[in-house]
């Protein structure tokens, strides 16, 4: 049963930074390439970025680039999101997401990451 688990959201200043970890029990996530999008209740997935069984990251938005970073820890089964320069904008519910299909690379379309956590709330607020 494939099982995520999203932490490290909190309330930040604006210009401040966090960490998301996304961590998967169950299963070696190291198997399988890692989506992050974010969705406020009632509103459609916003992709942010995802990264592949062999590092290559693939940004959904071109303005996620240079403020948002990916890694991988395979020994904590856990991958990281980095946000730094958080702005009010940022505001927002987070998801991992694997994708059954695409498995071990990063699916083009959000529609394929069709397995995530239950969220993070980030809120950037001074």
């Known amino acids: 049963q494939v099982h995520l688990v999203e932490s490290g959201g909190g309330l930040v200043q604006p210009g401040g930074s966090l960490r998301l970890a996304c961590t998967a029990s169950g299963f070696a996530l190291n198997n399988y390439a890692v989506g992050w999008f974010r969705q406020a209740p009632g509103k459609e997935r916003e992709g942010v970025s995802c990264i592949s069984t062999t590092h290559d990251v693939l940004y959904y938005r071109n303005s996620a680039k240079g403020r948002f970073t990916l890694s991988r820890d395979n020994a904590k089964n856990t991958v990281y999101l980095q946000i730094n320069s958080l702005k009010a904008e940022d505001t927002d519910v987070y998801h991992c997401?694997?994708?059954?299909?695409?498995?071990?690379?990063?699916?083009?379309?959000?529609?394929?990451?069709?397995?995530w956590g239950q969220g993070a709330q980030v809120t950037v607020s001074s």
């Open positions: 997401a694997i994708s059954s299909r695409f498995g071990r690379n990063c699916p083009i379309l959000l529609a394929f990451l069709d397995s």
